[in-house]
């Protein structure tokens, strides 16, 4: 694997990122823009977005299949567009609270789970769901509660990284419904650029607040409190 910045080509040499207009990369990780999609729109793609697409795409999510996505921020709620865009039947849409319900359903989300604020929730939703993509990165989060939600032959796929280990879980969390419990990372370059493709077609917008490069700090400031709603973008002046 070959990461953005700091990282090693096959020929040794140093992948470099960051802020400039202009690059020179191996022609193997250059993508074309489908026309109607703007580089503020796109660039949140190129991370977030592909770290969702890549499982709900693998895992098959289709017509007839309900999706719940766990966890409503950067990568949470391009995992709802994407579900939509796929044609899920159905966008289930965690949270631990209810702060970002009218969010989600602006989204796609056709409906919502706040977990903090209902005891119950898992045994409402109990068996409801064929596919869980879980974003969050709290090591303190309710595993079992949510492999529950999920029917016979249902897959749950974390793509957050807590910096701890995840909660402990018994066999028969997976037993007695044959569910699966996967990881995954970013996508392949072909996924990548069908996946920007979709997009355009489909009308796939991110959410994005766009800042001049010169207003950096401030971007940062409001990052640290957790302002973003859903990405931020900094975009080089002319």
Not at 15 to 32: C, D, L, Q, T
Not at 140 to 156: I, Q
Not at 163 to 180: D, N, Q, V
């Amino acid at each position: 694997m070959t990461h953005t910045y700091n990282s090693r080509h096959k020929d040794g040499s140093k992948s470099y990122g960051g802020y400039a207009n202009y690059a020179r990369v191996p022609s193997h990780f250059v993508f074309k823009m489908p026309e109607g999609l703007s580089s503020e729109a796109a660039a949140p793609l190129l991370c977030a977005g592909a770290t969702v697409y890549s499982p709900l795409k693998h895992f098959g999510t289709g017509p007839g299949k309900t999706v719940g996505i766990i966890g409503i921020g950067g990568l949470g709620h391009l995992g709802i567009l994407f579900a939509k865009a796929l044609g899920a039947e159905r966008i289930v849409a965690i949270s631990r609270t209810g702060s970002k319900k009218a969010d989600a359903a602006k989204l796609g989300a056709t409906d919502f789970i706040a977990t903090s604020e209902d005891e119950k929730w898992s045994d409402k939703w109990n068996r409801t769901i064929d596919f869980i993509v879980c974003t969050v990165s709290s090591a303190s989060m309710p595993l079992a509660k949510f492999l529950d939600l999920l029917k016979v032959d249902g897959t749950m796929v974390q793509v957050g990284a807590p910096e701890e280990p995840l909660p402990s879980l018994r066999p028969f969390a997976f037993l007695t419904k044959r569910i699966k419990l996967a990881g995954s990372m970013i996508a392949s370059p072909s996924e990548i650029q069908e996946m920007l493709q979709l997009a355009a077609e489909k009308n796939v917008c991110t959410w994005v607040t766009a800042f001049p490069m010169d207003l950096v700090n401030d971007a940062l400031q409001m990052f640290g409190k957790g302002e973003p709603r859903y990405r931020f973008v900094l975009v080089n002046q002319d």
